[in-house]
Nanobody, 119 residues
Framework: QVQLVQSGGGLVQAGGSLRLSCAASGSGFSINTMAWHRQAPGKQRELVATITSGGTTNYADSVKGRFTISRDNAKNTVYLQMNSLKPEDTAVYYC?????????????WGQGTQVTVSS
C-alpha cells in the first residue's frame, strides 16, 4: 500500500512565504510524476505545479516566478516553496503522485493542508 502524508501550511501575511512537504511511503513502487494542486472555496481544484522523476517542472501561470516545486527522490518527498504569497493563493493544497510497478499505475492524493494568506 502506498500513501502520501502532507505537512506545512498555515496562516501567513501577504508577501510572506510558506513551504509544503509531501512524503510518500510504501514499498514495491517507483514514483513517477508528483504534483501540487489547490482548491479554493467555491472553486474547482486546479493544478499548481508538477515535477517528473527526472526533475522537469511545470507551473500554472498564476504561480510562475513565485512558487518552486522540488523533490528529494532519496526521501520520496516533494516540496512546494511558496514566496510572495497573495490572498488569492488561499486554498487547501493537495499533493499527488503516480506510483508505478510493472503493469500497475496507482495515483494517490495527500490529505490536504490549508494555506491562508491574509491581506
Amino acid at each position: 500500500q502506498v500513501q502520501l502524508v502532507q505537512s506545512g501550511g498555515g496562516l501567513v501575511q501577504a508577501g510572506g512565504s510558506l513551504r509544503l512537504s509531501c512524503a510518500a511511503s510504501g514499498s514495491g513502487f517507483s514514483i513517477n510524476t508528483m504534483a501540487w494542486h489547490r482548491q479554493a472555496p467555491g472553486k474547482q481544484r486546479e493544478l499548481v505545479a508538477t515535477i517528473t522523476s527526472g526533475g522537469t517542472t511545470n507551473y500554472a501561470d498564476s504561480v510562475k516566478g513565485r512558487f518552486t516545486i522540488s523533490r528529494d527522490n532519496a526521501k520520496n518527498t516533494v516540496y512546494l516553496q511558496m514566496n510572495s504569497l497573495k490572498p488569492e493563493d488561499t486554498a487547501v493544497y493537495y499533493c499527488n503522485a503516480e506510483f508505478l510497478r510493472p503493469g500497475v499505475s496507482v495515483t494517490r492524493w495527500g490529505q490536504g493542508t490549508q494555506v491562508t494568506v491574509s491581506s
